[in-house]
Each structure stands twice: as C-alpha cells, then as structure tokens.
C-alpha cells in the first residue's frame, strides 16, 4: 500500500500527514508557521516540512500541498495571500523539484471542503458551504454537486458585516475582521481587555463571566450569522460545514450562531449548521486528495 506526503499551510500552524490509499491518516506533525519572519521564511518552511513527510512516510508516491490566498490551480501558484504576503510563488514546481514526485497543488479551503465533501460532514449534499474559521475565513461552495474553483470566489470573509474595523485585506467592515480567531482576541484587546493570544482564552473568559469577552464573543457570532445570511439567500445550501479552530468551541459557537440564524432568515430554507467531521484536519486530507489524483493524471 502506497502513501502520499500532505501538508496544509495555515496562517499560524502547517499540518502534514502521510495518508494510505483508503485517505486513513498514518500519523500527524504540526509546524509553526514563522509568518512573523515574512513570506520566504513561510515558503522555505513549507517545503522543508514536505521534504521532512517525504522522508517519514519512506515510500511517497506523491505529494500534495495546500495553501491560503489567490491560487491558481492549474499553474500550481500561489499568487496571493494576504496574511502571508507572498506572490507568484510556483509551489508545485517547487515540491516537484525537490522531491521527483507528482504534486497536487491547490486552495486550502477548497482543499478542505473537497475531503468533508469525500470523507466527512458534507457527504451526501450537493449544496453546501464549508467554511473553516481560523487566522482567515473563506468557503469551499458545491452548488448541484460541483465545487465552485473560480479562483475569486468563496470570499465570505471579506462580506461586509458592518463593522468599523480595518482588515488586513484594505477594506473595513469584513467579517474576518472581527469572526476570525485572531480577530476576536484583537477585538477583545481593542474593548479593554488584556492581550490574548486568541479565541480559546476570550472564550474562556466569557465563561468566567468577563463582559467584554461575552460582548466580543456575541459580535462575532452576530457577524458570522449575517454573512451566511447573505449566502443563504444567493445559494440556499442544504447544509453549513463550519471548520478550523473556531469550530473546536463546540456549542458556545454553534447554539448561538444557529440561534441567531433563525432570527435573521424570514423566507429562505434554513440550513443545518454542522461541525466538520475531520476537524481542523480537513485542508491536510484535501491535499492526500489532490496528491492521489496527480498521481492517476
């Protein structure tokens, strides 16, 4: 049985795997990501961990890598992300150069909602939005079964919610703004409170009764709540896979955000509102995916 090296590359963490042919996980590694150090060092780590799941896995037939940002798919670039503020970075070629092997390349998130749609929580449902919330926010959108790979689409962090608050992006009011899991601890520092180093300790202190984290927590579930409002009315999914980090808060994010769903939908189909099932994994079994289907091109 063959295996494939995948890594996802996030903003704050890059998660690899080396996954068998039935997409089963023979082990995990974490890796910072030195985002602080600028886009080189992001890059040269990346494939550095490449070469690091290559070598553990012993007989790689493949290897896939996933990034954040402008893709385009098909060259095998990076050609933007905000966060990490690359450009043009030619990634498959790069892999491909460094290890011999065929390379799958592509967006982490649509990489995400391709393995919940395969392996996970969105099996089943040809409309559905998975929409990981970690350092960014974006969605992977099947719309009658096809996954939406306009390289511009799927920017639900970057709706205007409203909010006076600058992002990263140039543009005030964006959701990622104040939903993201960096943003919320910035929010929280903004109102008052001491510098966290993100959503889990305001949760935690939401649940210690601090006001300002209870306010900050409410804003961002109001926020995430409006802008699947808004595609809920484009789009009408069946079903919302929520993933990345925020997602591990369990009931503290997703009563109140269904919650304050049904307060903001009038005529439209409510949609189930759902965990993903391959957690904060699923961006990295995306790329075992796309990794497998280089290898059969």
């Known amino acids: 049985m063959t295996t494939v090296a995948a890594l996802d590359v996030g903003g704050t963490a890059m998660k690899g795997a080396v996954v068998r042919d039935d ?15 600028g886009p080189d060092a992001v890059v040269a780590a990346a494939l550095k961990a490449v070469d690091e799941l290559v070598a553990l896995s012993g007989d790689a037939a493949a290897a896939g890598l996933v990034v954040p940002g402008l893709v385009d798919d098909d060259a095998g670039v990076a050609i933007y992300s905000e966060n990490i503020e690359w450009h043009d970075v030619a990634f498959r070629d790069l892999v491909h150069q460094r290890t011999g092997l065929p390379v799958g390349f ?27 919330i970690g350092t960014g926010i974006a969605g992977a959108m099947f719309v009658g079964g096809v996954l939406v790979r306009n390289r511009y689409a799927g920017e639900i962090g970057h709706i205007d919610v409203g909010a ?37 300790e305001v949760l935690q202190r939401r649940a210690a009764g601090d006001p300002i984290a209870a306010r900050v927590w409410d804003e961002a579930v109001d926020a995430l709540a409006r802008a699947l409002t808004t595609y809920i009315s484009l789009l009408a999914p069946e079903r919302i896979v929520v993933g990345g980090g925020l997602a591990g808060a369990g009931e503290a994010l997703f009563a109140p955000l269904r919650h304050r769903l049904a307060e903001l939908l009038v005529w439209q189909r409510e949609p189930a509102v759902v965990a993903a099932a391959l957690e904060d994994n699923a961006a990295c079994l995306g790329a075992a995916l796309l990794a497998r289907a280089a290898l059969q091109s």
Not at 23 to 37: E, L
Not at 107 to 131: Q, S
């Open 23 to 37: 997409g089963t996980p023979v082990t995990y590694h974490r890796w910072p990501t030195p985002r602080s150090d």
């Open 106 to 132: 592509g967006h982490d998130v649509r990489a995400g909602g391709l393995a919940e749609r395969t392996l996970g929580a969105a099996g089943g449902v040809d409309d559905v939005l998975f929409m990981p």
């Open 164 to 200: 006076d608050v600058a992002c990263a992006c140039g543009a005030r009011g964006c959701l990622e703004a104040v939903a993201s899991g960096a943003s919320i601890a910035r929010q929280y520092h903004r109102a008052g409170g001491e510098r966290l180093p993100g959503a889990r």
